[in-house]
């Protein structure tokens, strides 16, 4: 990070317009962004806490705290709010719907109404949950399967199912949006081997957002549908089937994970190009890797039903497909690490929560190996193994990819620098809470101790205790960012390009101008052009005290120049 | 990444619009007419017995019809191949979709029969 002597541009899209009405009817990319991160953040720290009485309930094997009833609620929340409320929108709707624009030279998404549109879906489907809160919960656990979810379902079903099916209408407009924007709105000279790879994994990711999502929405409507209705879909009784539940639902899910995965490995991707001032290793295999990705998430959902009674040949088939996913995902971390070789590596917040992503994610991708394995999988089937498992994609890779994002481009949106010290020492209590929240939890899920259920035999004791501790550091580690950069967006240091990073989203202002760039770029040049680092960066004597976009230099003289 | 300028409306007025093919009038009354056959021909096999025929039959009007009104009144006939190439692609996951689905229907009855561990193992079977 270097020093910067630089001011705020006069307008900008924070102080262009005043007023509630100039927030909720804008239709500023923007400023929709930030209504998104307002909105998943709120949502994030209810799951979070949802997160810690499950772990509270853990600390001992008997039942302290709650009923079972009530602990089936906890967990089935936790699940339904992180995973549809903020992991699924947490990058594409905030920092894609932010940047896209930006890194490829337009003034706003493809359709700015329906973009505003979907936050207000956004909206209405968390309403829907947060009553489901208030009036007492679900407890179906957050795949909704049948028949908890039809036959014996005696909690708030219908309103949970609609608040996702609602969601999931928000996620295919946001979707649809990137697609065409990316599409039809490059800046001349930005062909598609010119992309930043963040934007080539939102690309992927809205592939699978507008062909996947509508598949939930309607697996919900056949639910609403069997209960009220009394058609005959999922319950036997009625000539239905509960294993298609399962196959529709995870149809939509697995490749929801990736929904969740694939705009961190884009976020991670920028991060340990700007980090270490190279060009990302094999740019064009970590581009493809992408839409390789979301194209075989679709079709390995099997490998979480192999003891639902499905075949073993159709366990087989998946089991084999599952394997090659392996494959695109495993291309991103050497060409990663490969980056990071020879490079003028620094050690910024950003970059420790990208190098806590790389480790995180590779365990996390191989012990998905394991799971799919069809004969590993019968012992290990809804442990806590999976549990750690997916949390190390979920959290170890989603969310830490997402953290890493908004430590990165929190200059950028808000023209002020976070405490760096304090960053990095969140980065660091995340990574340990982490660490000691879930790796306990492979240890006993190998031992044998199911998921959901919160009486457990006494041996699991000492790993459960280990891993609410975890929880409890993980949580201090999420709540540091929330104070600093709340408190940054007044009293942080002025910032314009702290990390002298390359991309057409750092040439425009920081804050952005309401119309992002005041002249249309052209690009002439690759994503990460980067000129040798100069020796011994100090303090940046910048530009854009105007607020006007100034062009890069492409030799990197320019820059050397600024540095003093 | 480098950039020069040009004013921004120069960049939106080139390629951003796109024309609109529009379908003659006979043309549409033609499909018309063959979707009001298709519709009839649906409810007259669904009166009728075809034994193992019955769903085959049902599903090719349902895709005809389908694909008349996908190309002429969706417009994919004139579209451009991007148009096209969403279209195809959304049937390709639709059929993985079914395809997969099926892959476990259509096979769980051959599924063989796993033998007891109590009737094969001579120590567990005296226990």
Same mark, same amino acid.
């Given at each position: 990070?270097?020093?910067?002597?630089?001011?705020?541009p006069r307008?900008?899209?924070?102080?262009?317009?005043?007023?509630?009405?100039?927030?909720?009817f804008?239709?500023?990319?923007?400023?929709?962004?930030?209504?998104y991160m307002?909105s998943i953040t709120?949502?994030?720290?209810?799951?979070?806490f949802?997160?810690l009485?499950?772990?509270?309930?853990l600390?001992t094997p008997?039942?302290d705290m709650?009923?079972?009833d009530?602990?089936n609620?906890?967990?089935t929340?936790?699940?339904v709010?992180?995973v549809?409320?903020?992991?699924?929108?947490?990058?594409p709707?905030?920092?894609?719907?932010?940047?896209?624009?930006l890194?490829?030279?337009?003034?706003d998404v493809?359709?700015p109404?329906?973009n505003?549109?979907?936050w207000?879906?956004?909206?209405?489907?968390s309403?829907?949950?947060l009553?489901?809160?208030?009036?007492g919960g679900v407890?179906?656990?957050?795949?909704f399967y049948?028949?908890y979810?039809?036959t014996?379902?005696n909690t708030h079903?219908?309103?949970?199912?609609?608040g996702?099916?609602?969601?999931?209408?928000s996620s295919?407009?946001t979707g649809?949006?990137?697609?065409?924007?990316?599409?039809?709105?490059?800046a001349?000279?930005?062909t598609?081997?010119?992309?930043?790879?963040?934007?080539?994994?939102?690309?992927?990711?809205?592939?699978?957002?507008?062909l996947?999502?509508p598949?939930?929405?309607?697996?919900?409507?056949?639910?609403?549908?069997?209960r009220f209705?009394r058609v005959?879909?999922?319950?036997p009784?009625?000539?239905?089937?509960?294993v298609l539940?399962?196959?529709m639902f995870?149809?939509?899910s697995h490749?929801?994970?990736?929904?969740?995965?694939?705009?961190?490995?884009?976020?991670v991707?920028?991060?340990?190009s700007?980090f270490t001032w190279k060009r990302?290793?094999?740019?064009?295999f970590?581009a493809?890797?992408?839409l390789?990705?979301?194209?075989?998430?679709?079709i390995v959902?099997g490998?979480h039903?192999?003891?639902?009674?499905?075949s073993?040949y159709?366990?087989?088939l998946f089991?084999?497909?599952s394997?090659?996913v392996a494959?695109p995902?495993?291309?991103?971390?050497f060409n990663w690490?490969a980056t990071?070789?020879?490079?003028s590596?620094s050690y910024?917040t950003?970059?420790?929560?990208a190098l806590g992503?790389i480790?995180?994610?590779t365990i996390?991708g191989?012990t998905g190996?394991?799971?799919a394995?069809?004969?590993?999988?019968?012992?290990?089937h809804d442990?806590y193994?999976v549990?750690?498992h997916?949390?190390?994609?979920?959290?170890?890779?989603?969310?830490?990819?997402?953290?890493g994002?908004?430590?990165?481009?929190?200059p950028k949106m808000?023209g002020?620098m976070?405490?760096?010290?304090w960053g990095?020492?969140s980065a660091?209590?995340?990574?340990?809470?982490?660490?000691?929240s879930?790796?306990?939890q492979?240890i006993?899920g190998?031992?044998?101790?199911?998921r959901?259920?919160?009486?457990y035999?006494?041996?699991?004791?000492?790993?459960n205790v280990?891993?609410?501790a975890?929880?409890?550091?993980l949580?201090v580690?999420?709540?540091l960012?929330?104070?600093?950069?709340i408190?940054?967006l007044r009293y942080?240091?002025v910032?314009s390009n702290?990390?002298?990073a390359?991309?057409?989203?750092?040439e425009?202002?920081s804050p952005?101008?309401?119309?992002?760039?005041?002249?249309?770029?052209?690009?002439?040049?690759?994503?990460y052009?980067?000129p040798?680092?100069?020796?011994?960066?100090?303090?940046?004597?910048?530009?854009?005290?105007?607020?006007?976009?100034q062009?890069?230099?492409?030799?990197?003289?320019?820059?050397e120049?600024?540095?003093? | 990444?480098?950039h020069?300028?040009?004013p921004?409306n120069e960049? %939106?007025?080139?390629?951003?619009?796109?024309?609109?093919h $529009?379908i003659?009038? &006979?043309t549409?009354? /033609?499909?018309?007419?063959?979707?009001?056959?298709?519709?009839?021909?649906?409810?007259?096999?669904?009166?009728?017995? %075809?034994?193992v025929l019955n769903?085959?039959v049902?599903? $090719?009007?349902?895709v &005809?019809?389908?694909? /008349?009104i996908?190309?002429y009144?969706?417009?994919v006939l004139?579209?451009?191949?991007?148009?096209?190439?969403?279209?195809?692609?959304?049937f390709f996951?639709l059929?993985?979709?079914?395809?997969?689905?099926?892959?476990?229907?259509l096979?769980r009855e051959?599924?063989?029969e796993?033998?007891?561990?109590?009737?094969?193992?001579?120590?567990l079977?005296?226990?």
């Open positions: 990070m270097i020093e910067e002597n630089v001011s705020l307008i900008h899209y924070l102080n262009s317009h005043y007023g509630w009405k100039s927030w909720l804008t239709t500023d990319h923007k400023r929709i962004g930030l209504l307002i709120l949502m994030f720290f209810l799951g979070g949802f997160a009485l499950i772990r509270l309930e600390l008997q039942a709650f009923n079972a009530t602990y609620k906890f967990f929340l936790h699940g709010i992180l549809f409320f903020f992991l699924v929108p947490s990058i709707a905030t920092l894609g719907n932010f940047l896209i624009p890194m490829i030279g337009a003034k493809a359709f109404k329906l505003l549109l979907s207000y879906i956004y909206a209405i489907g309403l829907f949950t009553w489901v809160v208030a009036v407890d179906t656990g957050w795949t049948t028949p979810s039809t014996f379902a079903v219908i309103a949970a199912t609609l996702v099916f609602f969601t999931g209408f295919i407009l649809l949006n990137f697609i065409v924007t990316i599409h039809k709105m490059r001349p000279g930005l598609w081997f010119r992309l930043p790879l963040f934007i080539w994994s939102l690309y992927a990711t809205s592939i699978i957002q507008v996947a999502t598949v939930l929405g309607i697996t919900m409507v056949l639910i609403a549908v069997e209705a005959g879909i999922f319950d009784a009625l000539g239905g089937d509960p539940f399962q196959h995870w149809f939509y490749p929801a994970v990736y929904i969740m995965i694939l705009p961190s490995l884009g976020v991707s920028e991060l340990i700007a990302v290793f094999g740019y064009k970590v493809v890797s992408s390789m990705i979301a194209i075989f998430s679709f959902w490998h039903m192999y003891v639902s009674s499905m073993i159709a366990g087989m089991s084999i497909l394997y090659l494959v995902s495993a291309v991103k971390v690490t990071l070789y020879k490079g590596v910024d950003p970059m420790l929560y992503f480790g995180l994610f996390g191989l190996l394991f799971l394995s069809m004969g590993l999988d019968r012992h290990l442990t193994f549990i750690a997916f949390h190390l994609i979920m959290v170890g890779g989603a969310v830490m990819g997402y953290f994002g908004l430590h990165y481009w929190w808000f002020r976070y405490p760096e010290w990095r020492l660091l209590i995340v990574f340990v809470g982490f660490n000691l879930f790796f306990p492979f006993i190998y031992l044998g101790m199911p959901r259920y919160h009486v035999a006494p041996e699991f004791q000492v790993l280990m891993s609410t975890g929880s409890s550091i949580g580690g999420y709540l960012p929330l104070v600093y950069f408190w940054s942080g240091k910032a702290p990390w002298m390359k991309g057409l989203e750092w425009a202002a952005p101008l309401p119309e992002n760039f005041l002249e249309q770029p052209v690009v002439t040049e690759e994503a052009n980067y040798i680092r100069p020796a011994q960066p100090t303090r940046h004597t910048g530009r854009l005290t105007s607020g006007l976009a062009p890069a230099d492409t030799t990197g003289k320019g820059r120049a600024e540095v003093v | 990444m480098a020069e300028t040009t921004h960049h %939106l007025a080139n390629g951003q619009g796109h024309a609109h $529009s003659s009038p &006979a549409c009354l /033609l499909v018309f007419a063959a979707l009001v056959i298709g519709t009839v021909a649906t409810v007259w096999t669904a009166s009728m017995d %075809l034994g769903t085959p049902a599903l $090719s009007i349902a &005809a019809k389908a694909t /008349l996908i190309l009144f969706m417009h004139y579209s451009k191949w991007l148009t096209r190439m969403v279209v195809i692609g959304s996951f059929i993985v979709l079914f395809g997969l689905t099926f892959a476990d229907y096979t051959k599924t063989p796993i033998p007891s561990l109590y009737s094969s193992d001579p120590i079977k005296q226990q």
